[in-house]
């Protein structure tokens, strides 16, 4: 939630609220509750504005950060990385840039009940990013990551499970709504790599630590950055310059840049590297699509990152490896992959090799080791 001083409106605060809600809907009302002792009490009261910004992953870290340090002391904005930008309707509360929705509140009463003070106040304008409507206004607030608080916790608001009327529509329409909120319904077999990220999926969890050992265009980085969450962090690898470059972009674009390591080393330096224990270790194998294709993963390096990776693996963390054996090299590296691999012991790993049977000899194999202690 931000707000402003009356008198020094270039004075701006935020303030983490939970104890928040919708209270009526003609006219849209909300309620928040503030302790007097709070900075952001007398600033609300005195302006008689707030705006209320929704909390994404991205925005977790900072939000966590302005609800256990005071405006008193800091700028918080500056110092969570936030920039505030005009709030509609408001003279003095800003609105954070970047935030899924803001709700411009105008305070029409205040109520005193005992530990906090309620204000309730009237909802003037909503502001929603621009990449959660459709073309035709509508908001899916279901595909901005928003994240819950439930005693003590932050949680991803996650999967759709219905919506509202669900348990009395008609079965036609609540396919077709369904099928708009949650498009990824058909669980389809497409491809070792569509697999691989179910299992990264259920491998990784918010604050860990991964390794992306073959950059590429970004796409792994990316998808392992979002699964670390704000807290984790991801080692990523590869040899080439224009690798590093085009994951650094993507990253950028996607918000992600701060959970993310980028060496132009190749992988085999891994333990150089990274120092802790890591929930996985991801090898894309073969050539940057879009590259020259004779700059590709070899054998001799691979053993030697493959090994290390599966040293700095926690116990009940993952090594995932795609191989793509349509080309010489990529099937040398498959076969002594195949090799190596069948060589773990089966008391200190499981060991799994995915392939499609009928896609053709070239076909990319998928393998997932995981370590048991
Ligand atoms: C998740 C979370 C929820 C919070 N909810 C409330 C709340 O509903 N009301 C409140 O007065 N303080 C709440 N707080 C505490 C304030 O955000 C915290 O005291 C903050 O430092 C006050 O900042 P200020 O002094 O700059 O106003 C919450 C803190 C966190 C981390
Ligand atoms: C198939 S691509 C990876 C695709 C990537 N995971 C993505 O999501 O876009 C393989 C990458 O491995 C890189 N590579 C080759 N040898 C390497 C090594 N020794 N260490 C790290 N990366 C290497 C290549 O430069 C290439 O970019």
Known sequence: MSCADREHPENRNLITVAWAGTVNSEPPMVS??????????????????????????????????????????????????????????MMYAPAVEGTPLSLSCRVTRTMEMGSHDLFLAEVEAVQVRADLMDDKGTVHLEKAGLVAYSHGLYQRVGEVLGFFGWSVAREEVYRQRMAVVRPEQGYELKSARFLAKDILQAAVHAGDRVID????NGHDTAFLC??????????????????????????EKQGLSDRASLFQEGHEHMPERVKEPVAAAVFNLGWLPGADHRVTTRWETTKIALAGALELIRPGG?????????????????NEMIRFLSGLSNRKFNVLRQSFLNAGPGAPECFVVQKLH
């Open 32 to 89: 928040i509750s503030v302790m007097k002792k709070r900075y952001s009490h007398d600033l609300i009261a005195r302006s008689g504005e707030f705006v209320i910004n929704l909390t994404d992953e991205k925005m977790l870290w900072a939000a966590d950060f302005c609800g256990v340090r005071s405006g008193r002391e800091l700028d918080k904005a500056a110092a969570a990385g936030l920039t505030y930008r005009p709030a509609e309707k």
């Open 213 to 216: 050992a073959t950059m590429g």
């Open 226 to 251: 979002e699964l670390v969450g704000p807290g984790g962090r991801v080692y990523a690898f590869d040899i080439q310059s224009q690798a590093v470059r085009n994951t650094a972009e993507r990253l």
């Open 318 to 334: 993952i090594l995932l490896v795609c191989a793509y054996p349509g080309h010489p090299e990529g099937d040398r590296e498959r």
